[in-house]
């Protein structure tokens, strides 16, 4: 039983994984993801991030993305994306607590997360221009996104 039960929770990720990287792939046509060091981030984080499903998502997403001509970009690990402010760009040391920040530079409050996604497809897009691979990202933002 105790098999049957791990197939199906094993299966239920792998379809999560797919379900998601294929809205992702759908919803864009440049596709930046950040190389993490999942094997470092275990040690302080432990079983956690062993069950993080981000590195299969991010497989199939490129996958998907080398199928349909669209195009993948993956900034390095060692490019800092948290802790910048979205607006001003101002770098802020933050602990693995602080969720949520105050810009010092512009005052901006800004969710941690959303503020390194900001940072991570900036980086992306000054990559892509920087080996003339694009000209200049011009984004949709849906409803959905921009809230």
């Known amino acids: 039983r105790i ?27 440049i596709l930046v993801f950040e190389d993490l060091n999942v094997k470092a981030m275990q040690k302080f ?13 991010t497989q ?13 970009h993956e900034i390095g690990r060692f490019e800092k994306s948290t802790g910048i402010c979205a607006e001003c760009g101002q770098h802020h ?11 010092t530079a512009c005052e901006t409050n800004q969710n941690r997360d959303l503020s390194a996604a900001k940072s991570i ?8 221009i920087a080996a003339g691979i694009v000209a200049r990202v ?10």
Request: glycine fraction near 4%; charged fraction near 25%; proline fraction near 1%.
């Open 3 to 29: 098999n049957k039960l791990h197939g199906k929770i094993s299966r239920q990720r792998l379809d999560f994984a797919h379900q998601i990287s294929r809205q992702i792939t759908n919803e864009n046509d």
């Open 45 to 57: 984080n432990g079983s956690m991030v062993a069950d993080n499903v981000m590195a299969l998502i």
């Open 60 to 72: 199939l997403s490129k996958y998907k993305a080398e199928l349909e001509g669209k195009l993948y």
């Open 93 to 103: 040391v933050l602990t693995l607590n602080d969720r949520y920040f105050t810009c």
């Open 121 to 128: 497809a900036k980086t992306g897009e000054l990559d892509l």
């Open 138 to 147: 011009t984004p949709h933002i849906s409803a959905e996104i921009s809230h």
